[in-house]
């Protein structure tokens, strides 16, 4: 039987308003929402309660990277508010990751938030990462499945990956890791500021459980049809 892919849209806004109104426009077309570093900075947990009101799940996406006491501490508090995703950068470690799921789930294993670790962003590719690592001769592929390694060991229950990597880290990891695909675009839409983007059946056919849809459904003159076209490509 074919896994069930989630589409989720990230709500990329300054602040609640704007929020509230890709919501209403969306309407039952869209069940999951992405909360991100602005929106969250801006109106904090409340609007996570307010989704959770609406009826509809959150990713919030924070990518958490920090000592593993406060990074527990933060998805603790995170998940009382009820997301049922919360991002960590893999690269924190082994014991960071830990702590988050041990935090998320508040000591009690299998809650109802789950921890994706963040491998490499899709606004970087292979020269991105070797100045920003400070190393040569690097390949994504080889870097995203060192750090799945790491989240898998850390009991972490996916990754943040592109499309592309998707299938090498099914191959090695199996069902042990759900995969969260950003740089979900529609067939002939831009790509933005993403450099390694795939279209929602690409990325379903690579092994994909969540993808992100930002621009490509935001930005759309009427984003319920585009969210209409998503779920359409995941039949």
Not at 163 to 174: D, I, L, S, T
Request: proline content about 4%.
């Amino acid at each position: 039987m074919t896994a069930v892919v989630i589409p989720i849209v990230a709500l990329d806004v300054s602040d609640r308003a704007g929020a509230e109104a890709m919501v209403r426009r969306l309407g039952d077309s869209c069940s999951f929402y992405k909360v991100g570093l602005e929106l969250f900075a801006a109106e904090g947990p409340s609007v996570v309660a307010w989704l959770r009101d609406q009826g509809k799940e959150v990713f919030v996406d924070l990518k958490l990277h920090d000592i593993p006491n406060t990074v527990r501490g933060a998805a603790r508090s995170v998940a009382r508010h009820g997301a049922s995703l919360l991002t960590v950068h893999a690269s924190g470690g082994r014991e960071m990751i830990a702590a988050a799921v041990d935090g998320a789930n508040d000591g009690e294993p299998g809650g109802g938030c789950a921890i994706l670790g963040v491998t490499i962003l899709t606004s970087m590719d292979a020269s991105g990462v070797e100045e920003a690592w400070g190393r040569s001769s690097v390949t994504v592929e080889d870097e995203v499945l060192r750090l799945a390694g790491l989240v898998a060991t850390g009991g972490g229950a996916g990754i943040v990956c592109s499309g592309h990597e998707a299938a090498p880290v099914r191959a090695a990891f199996g069902d042990r890791l759900g995969l969260l695909i950003p740089g979900i675009r529609l067939p002939g839409g831009a790509a933005h500021d993403q450099r390694r983007v795939m279209t929602p059946a690409a990325a379903a056919a690579a092994g994909a459980r969540w993808l992100i849809l930002g621009r490509a459904v935001t930005a759309a003159d009427d984003p319920a049809a585009a969210m209409a076209a998503v779920h359409a490509a995941l039949r």
